[in-house]
T-cell receptor, first 115, second 114 residues
Framework: AQSVTQLDSQVPVFEEAPVELRCNYS??????LFWYVQYPNQGLQLLLK??????LVKGINGFEAEFNKSQTSFHLRKPSVHISDTAEYFC?????????????FGTGTKLQVIP | KAGVTQTPRYLIKTRGQQVTLSCSPI?????VSWYQQTPGQGLQFLFE???????NKGNFPGRFSGRQFSNSRSEMNVSTLELGDSALYLC?????????????FGPGTRLTVL
């Protein structure tokens, strides 16, 4: 079984400032890693994913994340946030051998961008 | 391509009733998954259908069921509703070509049980 920890439930940040949303996971097997964003009254949208290869992954809307196997982390970063980035962000993992039934989502981090 | 659509967007039911939710995946996607999202439990996997067959199931009681049609559209049914079933139900589709990749989520159906 695996687990995902998003330590920060809420992160306030001023517009145009950088932000990092933290995600740590625990798993006895190798996993795929994902970051999703959920805007109010909407479903989830994939920001980026790590399946294999380069540990620095670039996604949509200027976001990027770095996979750190030794620290079992997959933190999400953006160098300069906009008001439109206000949303809830979810980290998720799926084990290599599993399908969607084995997906584990974190509890989410609400990013509040302050004008 | 049109995105994943879910109908209805909002539902209000009373305890003991049953409800059917509908999901139309992106054209060409054969995998459809359902998730329940609540403030207390977060996002939880319900089940996945692939080519009209339930391929995987989460840890939910038998009151939760689903099916997939030949055109990949999927329905989810909840019988004998309980207050705790109030949640946002999300449907996601995927082409599933060679393993879990990107899932495309619909806007969800918000179910309120009174």
């Amino acid at each position: 079984a695996q687990s995902v920890t998003q330590l920060d439930s809420q992160v306030p940040v001023f517009e145009e400032a950088p932000v990092e949303l933290r995600c740590n996971y625990s798993s006895s097997v190798s996993v795929y890693l994902f970051w999703y964003v959920q805007y109010p009254n909407q479903g989830l949208q994939l920001l980026l994913k790590y399946l294999s290869g380069s540990t620095l992954v670039k996604g949509i809307n200027g976001f990027e994340a770095e996979f750190n196997k030794s620290q079992t982390s997959f933190h999400l970063r953006k160098p300069s946030v906009h008001i439109s980035d206000t949303a809830e962000y979810f980290c998720a993992v799926i084990p290599y051998s599993g399908g969607y039934q084995k997906v584990t989502f974190g509890t989410g981090t609400k990013l509040q961008v302050i004008p | 391509k049109a995105g994943v659509t879910q109908t209805p967007r909002y539902l209000i039911k009373t305890r003991g009733q049953q409800v059917t939710l509908s999901c139309s995946p992106i054209s060409g996607h054969r995998s459809v998954s359902w998730y329940q999202q609540t403030p207390g439990q977060g996002l939880q996997f319900l089940f996945e259908y692939f080519s009209e067959t339930q391929r995987n199931k989460g840890n939910f009681p038998g009151r939760f069921s689903g099916r997939q049609f030949s055109n990949s559209r999927s329905e989810m049914n909840v019988s004998t509703l309980e207050l705790g079933d109030s949640a946002l139900y999300l449907c996601a589709s995927s082409p599933w070509t060679s393993g879990p990749g990107e899932q495309f989520f619909g806007p969800g159906t918000r179910l309120t049980v009174l």
